[in-house]
């Protein structure tokens, strides 16, 4: 009987300790994997915010340039005459006549203004014409 008991007391001891070992090691597992994933997040955030940055230094130089262009006479009378001349849906006879004559103008800024971005801006208003 003082056999079997031993046997039993080393089992449950070899058993316990590879159970301490295993929770042990998925304690590690996750502190390691929430530090990356933590690490990742801060990481992604300044790059996001980076990125903004970075657009919004580009978004003003693209407003600044839709300024400049804008002063010319010929780019104002064309971004005027887009404004009268608003994209209208339907078949109608009236719609197409307008959006044909819409597309004119998108045609001539086209030829006056090079860059697209800067045109994009032109049309969709984000400046005061």
Request: hydrophobic share 45%; with cysteine; aromatic share 6%.
């Amino acid at each position: 009987m003082e056999l079997f008991t031993n046997a039993l007391i080393i089992t449950i001891g070899i058993l316990a300790g590879a159970f301490i070992v295993l929770v042990a090691y998925n304690t590690l597992h996750l502190i390691l994997n929430g530090a990356t994933r933590w690490a990742e997040k801060k990481q992604q955030a300044a790059r996001r915010a980076m990125e903004r940055q970075r657009y919004e230094e580009r978004m003003e130089t693209i407003m600044a340039q839709a300024a400049k262009e804008l002063e010319r006479t010929e780019v104002h009378y064309v971004v005027t005459q887009l404004m009268d001349h608003p994209w209208m849906e339907g078949a109608s006879k009236k719609a197409k006549e307008n959006n044909k004559i819409r597309n004119r103008y998108l045609a001539e800024l086209r030829k006056l203004v090079g860059n697209s971005s800067v045109r994009r801006c032109l049309y969709e208003g984000r400046l005061a014409a």
